[in-house]
Nanobody, 123 residues
Framework: VQLQASGGGLVQAGGSLRLSCTASGRTFSNNGMGWFRQASGKEREFVAAISWSGGSTKYRDSVQGRFTISRDRTKNTVLLQMNSLKPEDTAVYYC?????????????????WGQGTLVTVSS
């Protein structure tokens, strides 16, 4: 089972990136999915999550209104559209699959993790 995150890169403040997470080895169409990030020297933190159906989403306050999480259950893919990026958004971003179907921001409720993709926002 593998979660492959991609789409990271270097962008100027105010720019946009779209992260993609594709699962292989099994389907996660009935699982909640999430994005987390970890900046250098800091703990991993929740960014956004989406329920199994895509009908419910949740965001950390600092990205609300700038980031949008979505999913394509037929393609086993989860996307994170990031707009109006700020230098403080710089981090390694990880996608994860939850144990259950609901939207959740709790790290302990995620069972599968991708390898991460680096996002760097320059000022």
């Amino acid at each position: 089972v593998q979660l492959q995150a991609s789409g990271g890169g270097l962008v100027q403040a105010g720019g946009s990136l779209r992260l993609s997470c594709t699962a292989s080895g099994r389907t996660f169409s009935n699982n909640g999915m999430g994005w987390f990030r970890q900046a250098s020297g800091k703990e991993r933190e929740f960014v956004a999550a989406i329920s199994w159906s895509g009908g419910s989403t949740k965001y950390r306050d600092s990205v609300q209104g700038r980031f949008t999480i979505s999913r394509d259950r037929t393609k086993n893919t989860v996307l994170l559209q990031m707009n109006s990026l700020k230098p403080e958004d710089t981090a390694v971003y990880y996608c994860a699959a939850a144990r259950g179907a609901a939207v959740t921001s709790y790290t302990a409720q995620y069972a599968y993790w991708g390898q991460g993709t680096l996002v760097t926002v320059s000022s």
